[in-house]
């Protein structure tokens, strides 16, 4: 499985960006997406997912800013991210997480967000 994320960019605080993730190869039909992100100097964060046929859950810090939505026909994400702030600032990495006995996890190479006056 191959994951690609791109959007990401420089962003003013208050603007927004759209995050989308493509999923190719061998994508099963049942499978869980999350977004996450990586500043410097801190661990990596998870920013939202969706687990197979629930709604998407947040954390706490992007909650009523950031949506995510999936097209499972055509094995994307997306993250719509409004009201950025400069903390919202680092690299977005999309993962996906599939199997019928055991979980493998599969990770994008992640987009750059860089929110800045």
């Known amino acids: 499985v191959q994951l690609v994320e791109s959007g990401g960019g420089l962003v003013q605080p208050g603007g927004s960006l759209r995050l989308s993730c493509n999923a190719s190869?061998?994508?099963?039909?049942?499978?869980?997406v999350a977004w996450h992100r990586e500043a410097p100097g801190k661990q990596r964060e998870l920013v939202a997912e969706?687990?197979?046929?629930?709604?998407?859950k947040y954390g706490d810090s992007v909650k009523g800013r950031f949506t995510m939505s999936r097209n499972n026909r055509e094995n994307t994400a997306a993250l719509q991210m409004s009201s950025l702030e400069p903390d919202d600032s680092a690299k977005y990495y999309c993962?996906?997480?599939?199997?019928?006995?055991?979980?493998?996890?599969?990770w994008g190479q992640g987009t750059q967000v860089t929110v800045s006056s």
């Open positions: 190869g061998d994508v099963l039909g049942i499978n869980d």
């Open positions: 993962s996906l997480t599939q199997g019928l006995i055991w979980k493998t996890t599969y």
């Open positions: 969706m687990i197979w046929g629930a709604d998407p």
